[in-house]
Structure formats: C-alpha cells, structure tokens
C-alpha cells in the first residue's frame, strides 16, 4: 500500500492539526510520539509492551543496523519489523546524523561520507543511493533522506551542507524504488531563518511524502529551535506530515504540537528511565531519591500503564538501588507510556479545538527539569559515552 | 487458609509423585520448577511474563530483602507479594544458605550467625528466631527453618551442623506464628547416609507442613547428590511435600522426581539467559555463536514461549552481541518456560504412569553441559562474584 497522508482537522487557536499516515503496516495518527529502537529494540522492552505502552510508531537506526547485524542479515531474515517483531510502522533514519556525529572518525565530501565504525574500527562509506539501499534492505515503512547535520551557528558551515543536503535529496529520490516505503526529505540550514526558509521551498518542490526538520536539538538554546520551526513550518506543504527530529520532552512535544509537528522522535523517556528518571504531570521524578523508600503511591496516581498499575514507587527505588534490570524495564514501560498518553490527550483536544487549553493547562503544572540540569545531564551523557567509546550519539 | 498438601498419585514404576500444595495464594500443582527472585524480582522479568512463563511458585531470598530494601518496609508496603506484584504462591529461604556462604565474613554459635553486610559492611545477627519473624514480615506462603550448611565431605563439620540444625529447627516452631504460612524444615548431614537419615527422621518427628533437602547441589560430585536424595527420601513422610534445594538444570529435575521429589528451585534458567545459553530439547545452545548469525528459526520449533513465538536466534544473538537487555529478557522468559513445561509434561506424565519412559526419553536426547564445563562455569561465575564484592552466593 503506497504511504498517505490525511489532515483531519486544524486547530483554531494554534498551528496544531490532527492527521493519520497510512502505511504498509497500518495507520499512525497524528501528533505523534515514536520511541527510539536504536538496535531494532526499543532499549530493555519487548515488542507486547511497546504496543501496551501506546506505541503506534518507532524509530530504528540506520547505522546501527548496517554495522551490526548488517543490513543484508536484515533483509534475508524478512525485513525489520519480522526481525524485531514488530508489526506496526516502523521508521528509519539515513544514518546521516550518527555518522556526522563520529567526530575524528568521517570525512565528508560532496559524493558522501567515508567513516569508521565504532565497534571494530573497520571503514564503510555512506551516500545518499547507499543510505537508501540500506533503509530498502532494512524495509522501514518511513524512510529518511541522507542529509548533512552541521553545527548550528557556522553561518558558512551551516549553508553548505544545506546546499549537500539539497542535492543529496534529489539523488535520494532519483535512488528510491520500493512503493511501499515513504521516503521523506529533511530540512536544514543551521540556525539561520532565511536558510531554513530557502530549505523548506526548496525540498518542498521536490516529490517527498514528508518532510523532517532535521539539525535541530542538537545542544542549542531552545529558543532558536522553536524560531527555526517557526520559520520553517509555513514554508512546509499542509499536505505533507512534518516530523521533528529527536524532541521528545513532555513540554517539547507541547511546543512542537502547536507549531504544526506532527511527528516526533527521542530516546529520552527510555535514557531517563534507564537513570532512574520517570515523567509526572508535574515535572520529573528521579526514584534514586530516598523520600521513596516507603512510598506506597504508583509514579503516577490514574496513569494505566503496566507499571502503574502494579507497582509502587518504592519498588521502583528498591530495583534501582538493587541494580535490578526490571526498574530499568518498569521505568521505560511508564515513561513511554506518559508520551504516548500525553499525545492522545493532544489529540482529542485538537479535534475539539481546545488544544491552547490543554498546552497552558499542561504547561502550568509541569515543571520542566532546568536548562542547567539538562545541560549537565547531556555534558555527563557525552562524556560517559566518550569513555566507553559507545559509538555514536543517538539523539 | 492453612497450607495444605495433596498426595494425588504415585508413579508405578518410580518414586515419581502427583501432588498439589494449597497455599494462601493458590494451588501448586507438584512437581514444581519455582524460579529464584532473589530481590524480590526473578531477573529482568516482569510478573505478567513470569506468569505467561507457566511459574506458579517463585523463591525470594530472606537474607537479600532483610538488608534490601529491608523486611520491615516490605511488611509495611503490604508484603511480598503485594511489593513485588506477584500474587501467586512464594516461597521464601531461611537466608541461612546465603549468610553461611560469606566466607571471613561471619561468625557461626550455638544462638545464631553473626556477619557482615556484602553491601556495605555493617553487622548483622541471624537467630532461628530471628530468621522467622523476618520471613513473617515478607509474608511469602512458605517459609524454611534456619538451618547450618556445612562443607559436605567434612564428616565433624558436618555432624555438628546437622546437630545444631536440628536444635534451630525445634526454635523455628517455636517462634513461627503467622497461620497463613507454612513452615518447612531443612535436612541436614553432609555426604554422609546415616546423617542424612538421622536427620530425615529427626526432623519428620517435627510438625513441619513440609521437607526440604539441604547442603546438596554445592559442588559435590553429582552420584554423592543423587545418593544422599536416595537415602533420604524413604525417610520422609509420604504425606508431606519433598523440596529439594537449589537443583534446577532439565537433567536434575528429571532425576529428582524420579527420586521422590516435588519442589525445585535454582538460579540457573536466569542465569544461563544472562550468559546467553539457553535450554532445547537437545541440550544447551549458546546463542552468541556465529552459527546463528543468520539463523531464522526459533530457540526451539513447537516451542509455545513469547520468545520463540516471535523471535529467530539471529535477533536473539544480535541482542547479546549489541549488548541490550531485551536479549536477557527473551532468553530469560524462555529457560523459564522451559524448565516449567518439562515440568507440566512430568506431571502429566506421572499422572498416566509413563514418567519412566518419559525420562528415559528426555535423557536420551537431551546433552547435558559437560560436567568439566559446568564446574568451569561455575568457578568463573563465583570468581566474578568475588572480585565484583557482589555478596554471597544464589544458588
């Protein structure tokens, strides 16, 4: 089934909308918040509770894959969603923004990017034919054009690798074969709104069924990601799904909703889980902390999720502190499951244009964590991850 | 409701017995694999997959939740089963095997054990008295005497502990109050026979509502294991159920019931999944070899395990070679529904009175580890244990 999209409904007060993407492998309704399936598992969960999370979509790492176990062993062994058991619509990236990301370890020219793997050292080149090639293997329901991320305040660093992007789009398509995959462009262009502007046109022209913001949220001020998307968004069809690429904060997706983003991705309701962190309506909780030794309460008092439903917070504390894998499981089920509800709640309010309501409602009592902490908390992840030599960063 | 025991049906041709326990949380129907928790969650599993893994019974260690998080705050969260959401059948150890397992770290009298917390050092007194009132705080639906594991070929060592066993065990009913849990005794004596029946019939003259066999299964060659249980069976009452501890692999469970045994636990079905070993028909696979890089079949055909329903060994062994958990959670849910549908099949087995040719059977095509490589394991596994301070042995 060739992929499309349906706008169902603009808001009134803002520039949400409600839509559904029909795919090979069924609908996804919009807004919509896909957890990330780096190694084709969403980290520490089965695919049973994924679905019971609300999981409708998830995201799978082209780099990732193609290193390890190959995008071939994929392919020979029924495509990803047989692979991972997964039936639902699965996407993937291009594997552009891990391999930008491998600092020291790429090089970069205008027919592609040659690289060395994080695992063995071995060196791969990427281009635009090879990143589809690889996502046809693989057999996504989404797939991502092959761009170039750049540093977003480089003025000249940030224009041309739009230009390499543009061009890049255009052999991305002239590549793609398989009907039953979506392939979407990404718009860049660095923190300059005439770019992103000359960005959006430009990939607009060209035959893509959706369109991603791509080089955003990638450590600069939140307000020039939301300028960007401000000025990207009118430039973008109505008729086409817009996905934000890696925002997935409670209060992120709020403010991403109301710009008009129908899609979003991120691995950090499953990292926080994995630090002991979980979502509340009212702001963050990290379970390490010993006011819950005794605490008889579920995370979230109402919240239907498995973990809610079952367990308290100090069992929750208890598996943290014992090292025991089922917090870090417990955790990710719950936080998985607060986006997903959060974005169902979007979407009722939106149909029944009371959206503005429900983001001021929601943002009046959510605290999100402060900058400073998230600064601190991404300067400790890159750092952890540097040490270990993990590899890429996986937004 | 008192704990009661149901003798349904003797084998003809072994001392294979059909039975069921009827517990304050439900009937378990014998013989039984139960999966070990030890703090207070069987590893990397949920309750809703340990249930579809066919356990009805789950141990949780005494001498584990006594230090973490603490008996008194699972008394107060309401519990064992209520903290750890199970509401099944559990079981819970004297925490006896554990705190005599920590070698230099404690000191051994007539009243009870004084050591030293593995987790931060502090020091700790263990009395039968003592070891009851904690298992009445947990509140699991059976409980077992305190009792003394000695070096099994040492015969002074193991003639006083046994003694001393059975000394504790007469203060464990005294103490023991809470009607709504029963109380097992633990069988003591070493490698030696006429201990082993000294101690069986020492201890049937108790009002204990069941026996366990203790101090086997710890590195003992396994004939002295299998004599001891011939020695001691005939010794128990028949009216009473038989559990023998620690003992978990497909080939011991086999050889117990055909022994008269009725209970079983051990760590080995979620600590070989850890490994990446799992259980077949056939003997143990090891799933991160490259044999099954691009293997498509399941663990095992005909297999009704959410694991094997879904997954082929290629996904399996790309999870353990990309390091994620969800590789310990499959290969977990699937020893575990392993080792109970043997048990199920026993069972059924023993009802028609063709257990004998169903060991047979099973033995015949089943390969067990070789022994060189199960001791090698073994030892790696201690090893690790030590250098990791990680505290005393599960068996």
Known sequence: MAFQYQLLHNDLSTRARLGRMLTAHGPVDTPVFAPVGTQATVKTLTPAEIEEAGATLVLANTYHLYLRPGAGIVQRLGGLHRFMGWERPIL???GGFQVFSLEGL???DDEGVTFRSHIDGSEHRLTPEKAIEIQEQLGADIIMAFDQCAEPMDRAGAEAAMRRTHAWADRCLAAHRRADQALFGIVQGGAFADLRA???YVLSEMPFAGMAIGGLAVGEPKEVTWAMVDVTVPCLPATRPRYLMGVGSP???MEGV???IDVFDSVLP???ARNGAVFTRRGRLNLRNARFAEDAAPIEEHCGCYTCRHFSRAYLRHLL???EVLGLVLNSIHNVAFLTGLMSEVRAAIAEDRFAVL???FLSSYTPAPEEERLRQRDAYRERRARERSGPEDK
């Open 92 to 94: 993937t990236d291009s």
């Open 106 to 108: 790429r090089r970069v």
């Open 198 to 200: 000359e960005s959006a």
């Open 251 to 253: 209060e992120d997706l």
């Open 258 to 260: 109301a710009r008009g």
């Open 270 to 272: 499953t990292r926080l």
């Open 321 to 323: 502190m014992a090292g």
């Open 359 to 361: 983001r001021d409602q």
